[in-house]
């Protein structure tokens, strides 16, 4: 639990970081996308009703956060932007822990994933890109699949209404996010299926239940409001590179695309061991190896930009924490267990806050 | 003997990193810029120090076939690569060797990062002082530590492919030792 509140503060420190007018001197604008967000939100601010058009209309609940988080402070639009983070980031976190607890029930896998969230590029490469949007979505995916999780073992009606509803506002938050999350619930159902076809199929109804509440709601709105459908999917296709030019793309992203603040090394290298360790008999274990192996074929297809938002998107935190946790339970002794574990706690914070500070 | 031995480690890895002019680009005030490593002074009559030691420590161990090894690649580094290379190389080559002949890896690795973590720390307190306006006695750390960290980025390309392929990687590996085994079981 101290862990927890550690990063929650950490995600506050974070969000405040740059702002620090010695870190920041000159004012410097703190995220790329700051000025788009400012802009439009200006505009909701005037009609609320314009959220549901802006941007296309296909994230009209960011805005309303805005402008809820606005209204909270009495600010102007552009405080509210810019201090966005300090919800955005602990919210993160806080559901990056609930759904690390309800895929793994351990307080402590659970503990590290809201740490190594916090300290991961989530949080570093939100601020720089200033991906309000995406971390809000990523935010409302962690809860919805913790309920879903949840929900597939206790089978309580509740959370697959709470989770459903929480798929549905991720779709009008960030549809993207919504499309890399979504297919693999229905790879899990019907790898799941196809294991237990002889017993009761309980495990792909429920799942076909989520997508269906989930996809009945967003099939409503589009009827209603009249959105494009699936423009990602098109997207992704017709601007596929190909593989050819995957290793220049790849080196593209994790040297210079976001200032290189995706190549964390040891953050990669304990996810990778968290991967490799992750067991497909689980069925929540199942869905994050699903998700992996979904994300990895446009990762080999896309554009530089879809590859780096697709990676962006995946809950490394997660995965580290499985990684480090298998270390720290290996027969090592007392002193290099406690050694090792003030040793990643440093170098990742220092990772943190060197990166905020070279934000501006 | 391990503490030294850990000091050694980090202190002939940045000396050869130092020696070799290493490369990385590292992001300063949201600028991606050109940097070589560089220390800025020579480690080196550092590392002569401590190798005397674990030269003293090999004798006592009777292990002359080794120190004789070692003496003889450190000239052959020293007329191809210069006086830091060679120093650099051969204490981590010391180091090696005693790890390996005292077996004592959880002291070592202990003590490895205690030294790392202290490195680390300072640089934390560097970046914690910044926005309190204090005037850091770390930034030389803070800056080494920004150069290490974007010359290990130059892994992270080859490290995503594992990470994201390790789905189908996994049972390859699998299915790949399996037959191994069965063809090794047939012979």
């Not at chain 1, 955005?88 to 822990?97: E, G, Q, R, V």
């Amino acid at each position: 639990m101290a862990l927890l509140l550690f990063s929650i503060f950490l995600s506050v420190a974070a969000a405040l970081y740059p702002h620090s007018p010695f870190v920041n001197p000159e004012g410097n604008i703190v995220g790329v996308d700051i000025l788009h967000y400012v802009e439009i939100a200006e505009i909701v601010d005037r009609d609320v009703s314009l959220a549901f058009k802006v941007w296309g209309g296909h994230r009209p609940i960011i805005f309303i956060v805005i402008y809820g988080f606005q209204r909270l402070l009495g600010s102007d639009v552009s405080t509210a932007v810019n201090f966005l983070p300090v919800i955005l980031n602990p919210l993160m976190i806080a559901t990056a822990f609930f759904l690390a607890h309800e895929a793994f029930s351990d307080g402590w896998i659970a503990s590290w994933a809201a740490f190594f969230t916090v300290c991961g590029y989530q949080v570093t490469v939100g601020m720089y890109s200033y991906f309000l949007t995406n971390m809000l979505a990523l935010s409302l995916a962690f809860l919805s699949l913790g309920f879903l999780f949840r929900f597939l073992r206790r089978f309580g009606k509740i959370d697959l209404v709470l989770s459903s509803i929480l798929g549905f506002l991720l779709f009008f938050t960030h549809p993207w996010t919504f499309y890399q999350y979504l297919p693999a619930i229905f790879l899990t159902g019907a790898i799941s299926w196809y294991r237990n076809r002889d017993k009761f199929p309980m495990v792909t109804i429920s799942l076909l239940c989520f997508v269906s509440l989930t996809l009945v709601g967003i099939f409503k709105v589009l009827n209603f409001v009249g959105f494009r459908f699936f423009p990602v999917f098109s997207f992704i296709l017709a601007t596929s590179e190909g593989i050819s030019s995957f290793w220049r793309g790849n080196t593209f992203i994790f040297r210079y695309l976001y200032g290189g603040l995706l190549s964390y090394v040891i953050l990669l290298s304990l996810a990778l061991i968290g991967i490799y360790l992750m067991d497909r008999k689980n069925i929540n274990e199942l869905y994050l190896t699903g998700f992996l192996a979904l994300t990895s074929i446009f990762f080999l297809i896309g554009t530089n930009m879809i590859k780096s938002r697709l990676f962006y998107n995946i809950p490394i935190g997660i995965f580290a924490s499985l990684g480090f946790n298998s270390i720290i339970r290996l027969n090592i002794s007392e002193d290099l267990k406690k050694i090792l574990i003030t040793f990643v706690i440093l170098t990742f914070t220092v990772y943190l806050f060197r990166s905020l500070a070279n934000l501006v | 003997m391990t503490p030294i031995l850990a000091l050694q480690s980090i202190l002939g890895v940045f000396q050869l990193l130092d020696a070799f002019q290493v490369t990385c680009y590292p992001m300063v005030h949201r600028a991606t810029t050109y940097r070589e490593f560089s220390l800025g002074f020579s480690l080196t009559p550092v590392l002569i120090s401590l190798m005397l030691i674990n030269v003293g420590y090999l004798f006592t161990r009777k292990m002359y076939t080794e120190t004789l090894v070692l003496a003889y690649v450190s000239i052959v580094l020293f007329f191809f690569k210069g006086l830091d290379v060679s120093v650099a190389f051969t204490s981590l080559m010391l180091m090696g060797v005693i790890l390996l002949g005292s077996l004592r890896f959880q002291d070592y690795f202990t003590w490895l990062l205690a030294l790392l973590a202290v490195f680390k720390g300072a640089a934390l307190m560097h970046w914690i002082l910044l926005p309190l306006g204090v005037v850091s006695p770390f930034a030389w750390f803070a800056d080494l530590e920004l150069s290490l960290f974007y010359f290990v980025a130059k892994l992270a390309p080859l490290l995503v492919l594992p990470l994201m392929f390790m789905w189908f990687l996994k049972p390859l590996l699998r299915w790949v030792l399996g037959r191994v085994r069965s063809f090794v079981k047939v012979i």
